[in-house]
């Protein structure tokens, strides 16, 4: 490592202001979002000493000393199997601050079934100060959560902004679905929760006494009927991201449509909306305008291009729409008819998706057509205006139009301008089905 003569150093760490070095720690430790995954979480050991901010405490005394002096940079905690002595110190030296805690079984294998129960108790005698929680349920610390929000106004987390549920889904360590009821039951009770994630995919249970009204974000995942789904979604009037994600069930009763009239609701305040085809979203849409909405993902259930188009019409904002019939990795009950040809170019000449500036269809084998479609239409003398199919995950092909990729996560597998097709390299290698 190079160095340097003190007279060429115009600002030595040392020197600099307590006040400009916390900023520094602080800005070092910024997290982003409270929830790195919305479905997976972000479990990882923070309280090992390769993470921050011990990291910060290794590099001289002087900045150990800040550090420990900061309660800012101590008010997140992930644990790895760490002793209950060693997280009850990290609480000691933030004792007034808002909490953001996670808690789950995944990074703490092989360690005793009441390890995880010992931590939650310690976690719940700071319960006034939790402002954001994730955590992974086994039966006890479901038992635990649901005493904790059942407690007096002294100690029930009042200050709660941010709460992800995720039941367990091993066998031995499945909640009870009455202890889970019990726990939804209580969510009215958190009067600050802002952000509520629930994940569970084999779920059966209701969500009907979630507080929606006062929700700004949801993200779901749990099977549910199109009754439930509309009944939550309706309800959503101050959110402006939300995200309902089931798998397409086998009973029938989950995609049955309703037999009677629903009413027409306006959600004026959503910007995001994200619907999995096991909601049905084409039967969802029809009954909502949403005028401030900005971004639209949908799953299809049952193919209807009017409807989405009527729906469009009504929300003028949309500046992203993805339509991806098997949303994401629910293929298992995949409509067996394939898309027409016809129904392709639909999608991809019509005036109303057209006037939106990123758009990506993801129809079935939509992607193997294209190339045969653009050809034939160029040999008719109607050529299709530009094109790109691009693969944003190992899990979607996307055709249609996107003002600007992200290099990083999308990769450009064929462009199609003034008659002209440009295959990518990745194209070559996409593990797609290949052109039929």
């Given at each position: 490592m ?5 007279e060429n150093?115009?600002?030595?760490v040392?020197s600099?202001?307590?006040?400009i ?7 070092y430790?910024s997290r ?6 919305e ?5 990882d050991?923070?309280?090992t000493s ?9 590099v001289c005394?002087?900045w ?7 309660p800012?940079l101590?008010?997140?905690i ?5 002793p ?6 990290w609480l000691a030296?933030c004792p ?6 996670q808690?789950?079984r ?10 995880v ?8 005698e700071?319960a ?9 349920l086994d039966p006890?610390?479901?038992?635990e959560?649901?005493?904790v929000l059942?407690?007096d106004?002294r100690t029930?987390p ?10 367990s889904p091993?066998?031995?360590f499945k ?11 209580l969510l009215?009770g ?7 994630i629930?994940v569970d995919?084999?779920g059966?249970?209701s ?11 949801a993200?779901?995942?749990l099977p ?7 009944s ?7 959110a402006?991201?939300?995200?309902f994600h089931?798998n397409?069930t086998?009973?029938p009763t ?16 959503l910007?995001?909306?994200?619907l999995?085809?096991?909601?049905d979203p084409m039967?969802l849409?029809?009954?909502f305008?949403?005028p401030?909405?900005q ?8 193919r209807?291009q009017q409807?989405?188009e009527?729906?469009?019409k009504?929300s003028?904002s949309?500046?992203?729409?993805v339509?991806d019939?098997r ?6 009950y995949a409509?067996e008819?394939l898309i027409?040809d016809h129904?392709i170019l639909?999608?991809?000449t019509?005036p109303c998706l057209r006037?939106?500036?990123?758009v990506?269809?993801d129809?079935?084998?939509t992607?193997?057509?294209?190339l045969a479609?653009?050809q034939?239409?160029l ?8 094109l790109l199919?691009?693969?944003?995950s190992w899990?979607q092909?996307?055709?249609g139009w996107?003002?600007?990729?992200d290099?990083k996560?999308d990769?450009?597998?064929f462009?199609y ?5 440009e295959?990518?390299?990745e194209?070559e290698f996409d ?6």
């Amino acid at each position: 490592m190079a160095t340097y003569p003190p007279e060429n150093v115009a600002s030595p760490v040392s020197s600099l202001p307590v006040e400009i070095l916390i900023l520094i720690f602080d800005i070092y430790l910024s997290r982003g979002p409270v929830f790195e995954d919305e479905f997976h979480g972000y479990y990882d050991g923070y309280l090992t000493s390769r993470c921050s901010p011990f990291v910060l405490m290794q590099v001289c005394s002087h900045w150990r000393s800040i550090a420990l002096a900061t309660p800012s940079l101590w008010t997140f905690i992930c644990p790895s199997y760490n002793p209950i002595l060693y997280i009850r110190r990290w609480l000691a030296i933030c004792p007034k601050y808002p909490l953001d805690l996670q808690l789950s079984r995944r990074p703490i294998n092989q360690v005793p079934r009441d390890y995880v129960h010992s931590v939650f108790n310690l976690f719940a005698e700071e319960a006034y100060r939790w402002r954001s929680l994730s955590i992974e349920l086994d039966p006890e610390v479901a038992s635990e959560l649901v005493n904790v929000l059942r407690s007096d106004s002294r100690t029930i987390p009042a200050q709660l902004q941010d709460l992800k549920v995720e039941p367990s889904p091993q066998d031995h360590f499945k909640v009870p679905g009455s202890t889970l009821e019990a726990l939804v039951a209580l969510l009215p009770g958190l009067k600050s929760l802002r952000r509520f994630i629930w994940v569970d995919p084999w779920g059966k249970i209701s969500l009907h006494d979630v507080p929606w009204m006062q929700l700004k974000t949801a993200i779901i995942k749990l099977p549910s009927s199109v009754q439930q789904v509309f009944s939550y979604l309706s309800q959503c009037t101050s959110a402006t991201e939300i995200e309902f994600h089931s798998n397409t069930t086998a009973d029938p009763t989950k995609t049955r449509l309703p037999s009677y009239r629903f009413p027409a609701f306006t959600l004026a305040n959503l910007t995001v909306l994200k619907l999995s085809r096991g909601c049905d979203p084409m039967w969802l849409l029809r009954h909502f305008t949403m005028p401030s909405l900005q971004h639209l993902e949908v799953g299809i259930l049952r193919r209807d291009q009017q409807v989405l188009e009527d729906f469009l019409k009504r929300s003028p904002s949309i500046h992203t729409l993805v339509v991806d019939e098997r949303y994401g990795e629910d293929d298992a009950y995949a409509d067996e008819v394939l898309i027409s040809d016809h129904e392709i170019l639909a999608y991809l000449t019509s005036p109303c998706l057209r006037a939106i500036p990123r758009v990506g269809i993801d129809l079935l084998y939509t992607k193997e057509r294209i190339l045969a479609l653009i050809q034939q239409r160029l040999d008719a003398h109607r050529p299709l205006p530009p094109l790109l199919c691009w693969r944003p995950s190992w899990y979607q092909r996307l055709v249609g139009w996107w003002d600007k990729l992200d290099p990083k996560y999308d990769a450009l597998l064929f462009s199609y301008r003034e008659g002209a097709v440009e295959l990518s390299p990745e194209y070559e290698f996409d593990d797609s089905d290949c052109l039929p």
